[in-house]
Structures are given as C-alpha cells and as structure tokens.
C-alpha cells in the first residue's frame, strides 16, 4: 500500500517555465489537496477535489491549474512559473474530509 | 472563515519531561475536527492525535493528549516521557463542513538529552 505517491521529490525550474507535479493515491480516497508551505509557516491551500471531475480553488490558487479525471490522480500544473512559487509542494488525500489527512513526501520546487 | 494561532514560534524540553504546546482558534461551524501534525526533518508531515468537536472527551493516542476547552476555543497538545524522536514542528489544524485544513505557523519543538 504507497498511499499518496508524489513526483518529483525535488526540482528547479528557470523563471516563465512550465511543469506539472504528480500525485497518486491508492487509497480510493475522495478527497484529495495541493498545499504549499513556505519557510517557517504552515500550510496553504491551493486546490482540492471532493471528487472525480470536481476541484475547487483554495486560499492561493493564482498561477496554478489542477484537474481530476480519476480518483486517484490529481495533478497540479504550473504555468510561467515565477520565483514566488518557490516553495515545498504536499499533496493529501482523505476518506470522508475530516477523519484525518495522508500526505505525501512533498514536491521542493526552486525557481530560478 | 477559520483561524489557527500557534503563538509560540519555538520551545525546548527536557528528555522524559512533559511539554504542552498551545493551539488556539476560531470558527464560526459547530461541527468541526481539530488536529495535531508532526513534521520531522524528513518533510513527513505526520498525524498525531484527532479531535472531534462535539465529543467532550480528550483524544489521547499513547503519550500524546490534547486538552481541548471548546469555550475558550483551544487545543492543547502535552507529550508526555518527551523522547528524541518527538523532535519536529508541530502543527495545529482545523477542518470542518468544508473539508478544507486550515494550519497554523507551527512550533519547532527541541528535545534536550
């Protein structure tokens, strides 16, 4: 059982490139999330999905872009990438949305 | 909307002694879950203990207990026998009908052999 599988663990991506970070659960969760945590605070919220083929901005969705075909994927797309996107990238999943939360390892993104 | 304060930033305790590590917050939902996380130096952000709201029993999972004082809107984490591992930042966080995790800054919490 992996639980949430995220690619690539790390990255560096040059100012106004584009790329997409995987998520992958297996849990044959509903719920699944993008945060982003920047040095020394928590968690944001940038998109989540109650379901296939539903997904909803969160707190800092401004320069990303998801999508939910399955219910186990859910990718997070960055266009034009910018250096204010430089931080560590978690993607979670849930059964129900509040009995508690699975993460992955994190995605660290540079952008230079 | 939801709010998470973890006013201390860091805290230090003696190995086998008893920590606390505050958490307050706000919400306007009466039905409503609270958490703790840990995040060690691996990244691995970790679940330690849940909350539900509407039970007035503290969560206690091992070492870990939460004092949780509905009223006053906090939530407390004690570890107890604090060992080396327990070294990490630790995260208070609030979800409710909407599913959504709200997270405060955190605490860096040291362990001193």
């Known amino acids: 059982n992996a639980g949430v599988t995220q690619t690539p663990k790390f990255r560096i991506l040059k100012i106004g490139q584009s790329m997409t970070l995987q998520c992958t659960q297996d849990?044959?969760?509903?719920?699944m999330y993008w945060y982003r945590q920047d040095p020394g605070m928590g968690l944001k919220l940038i998109y989540y999905?109650?379901?296939?083929?539903?997904?909803d901005k969160g707190e800092v969705p401004n320069g990303y872009n998801v999508s939910r075909s399955t219910t186990e994927d859910f990718p997070l797309r960055l266009e034009l990438a910018a250096p204010s996107q430089t931080s560590v990238y978690f993607c979670?999943?849930?059964?129900?949305?509040?009995?508690?939360?699975?993460f992955g390892s994190g995605t660290r993104l540079t952008v230079v | 909307a939801q709010t998470v304060t973890q006013s201390q930033p860091e805290m230090s305790v003696q190995e086998a002694e008893t920590v606390t590590l505050s958490c307050t917050y706000d919400?306007?939902?009466?039905?409503?879950?609270l958490f703790w996380y840990k995040q060690p130096p691996s990244r691995q952000m970790i679940l330690v203990i849940r909350?539900?709201?509407?039970?007035?029993q503290n969560a206690t999972e091992n070492r870990f207990s939460v004092n949780f004082q509905k009223a006053a809107k906090s939530f407390s984490l004690k570890i107890s026998d604090s060992q080396l591992g327990d070294a990490a930042m630790y995260f208070c966080?609030?979800?409710?009908?909407?599913?959504?995790?709200?997270f405060g800054k955190g605490i860096t919490l040291s362990v001193r052999p």
């Open positions: 979670a999943s849930s059964l129900t949305g509040n009995y508690g939360y699975t």
């Open positions: 849990m044959n969760h509903n719920y």
């Open positions: 999905s109650v379901g296939a083929g539903i997904t």
């Open positions: 919400t306007s939902e009466s039905d409503y879950y």
């Open positions: 909350q539900e709201a509407y039970k007035q």
């Open positions: 966080v609030l979800t409710g009908a909407n599913s959504k995790l709200t």
